[in-house]
């Protein structure tokens, strides 16, 4: 099959269209935060194939692929560092067009509110205003949120527990393909559910309100639709399957989340939060009793949990700091 066009052009959408005899391919990609006259008129032109393209879908052996575009915008104040992720995303992140970039927070809010990306790359620490500064006064509607940061200790507990993402500086390549595929779940959940705005927004909240803490007092917990937000304290157990991780509720429901226990360990309040085993963590608020002989916690309205012998001395020395012994 012989491949007749492959053009590149400044558009929220991308597609392919192929069949036995040719192949045109389509691809948004630009980092410039103005679109210069030959890429309005190169947009005009593609919008005309596109319309072309479409009425034509039924051909043949033909098949016809429309993938929404992600456009973003990179907020940081270190023009090397800006430079870096925009090549980054640029040759890793076919999925990802970057229409914007800005030296600071105030810069920031304009681009956003002149050309209203869907996602926003966001340095915490920059000499005008912080990130979470720039998160609160994001015009409506608000873009998906990406922090970039070179601080660990930086409020990265409340932006894990929240459904913000986040990059450590310098920005590692498989880090970055990961944050871009969920950038495109979230992007196509955007179309798919029209509650996930209000969901989205209620999330960066909860990073908002988490950050001034010192520790996250709610947890977005993602699920197959969307978000739902619980109390860390009403939070009873969480028992790990390889990758994915159960969150056991006080009232007895079940989450299943498509993140590892590593994930959950890092923010979890510790003087709460005990792992006991490889597979479980328990929250000691619920610890009902233990078993000496048996080697097993039992918590309130759940089965036996299993302690390892290498975690039993982190967990005697819980209980002897949550519990009164008289």
Do not use: W
């Not at 045109?24 to 210069?36: F, Q, W």
């Not at 097993?296 to 290498?310: D, M, W």
């Amino acid at each position: 099959m012989a491949v007749v066009a492959s053009i590149c052009f400044p558009s929220l959408k991308r597609f392919r269209y192929e069949n036995p005899l040719f192949s045109i391919r389509l691809y948004g990609c630009t980092s410039h935060s103005k679109l210069t006259t030959f890429a309005k008129v190169r947009y005009q032109i593609l919008k005309k194939v596109y319309r072309f393209l479409k009425k034509r879908v039924h051909l043949g052996g033909s098949t016809f692929t429309l993938v929404r575009m992600v456009k973003c915008v990179v907020i940081d104040d270190e023009k090397n560092s800006r430079d870096f992720l925009v090549n980054l995303i640029g040759q890793y992140c076919p999925d990802i067009s970057v229409i914007g970039t800005a030296s600071g927070g105030v810069e920031g809010l304009q681009t956003v509110a002149e050309l209203k990306p869907d996602a926003v790359f966001l340095d915490i620490r920059m000499s005008d205003m912080d990130g979470f500064t720039v998160m609160q006064r994001l015009p409506e509607p608000r873009p998906m949120v990406i922090f970039v940061t070179a601080y660990q200790k930086y409020a990265l507990r409340a932006i894990k527990a929240s459904a913000i993402d986040y990059l450590l500086k310098p920005v590692n390549i498989g880090e970055l393909q990961d944050t871009s595929r969920k950038l495109k779940q979230l992007h196509e959940l955007r179309f798919s559910n029209p509650h996930f705005r209000n969901e989205y927004n209620d999330a960066l909240k909860l990073v908002m309100q988490s950050a001034s803490e010192s520790q996250p007092l709610r947890i977005a917990l993602p699920h197959h639709n969307g978000y739902r937000f619980e109390r860390m304290n009403q939070i009873v157990r969480l028992e790990s399957d390889s990758n994915y991780t159960t969150v056991f509720l006080e009232s007895g429901e079940k989450v299943m989340v498509s993140k590892p226990m590593k994930h959950f360990e890092d923010f979890l309040d510790e003087s709460m939060f005990i792992r006991i085993h490889n597979s479980h963590i328990i929250n000691m608020k619920f610890l009902k009793s233990y078993n000496r002989d048996k080697g097993v916690a039992e918590l309130e309205g759940q089965k036996e949990i299993p302690i390892s012998k290498r975690r039993l001395a982190v967990f005697m020395e819980a209980m002897k700091k949550t519990f009164y012994k008289p």
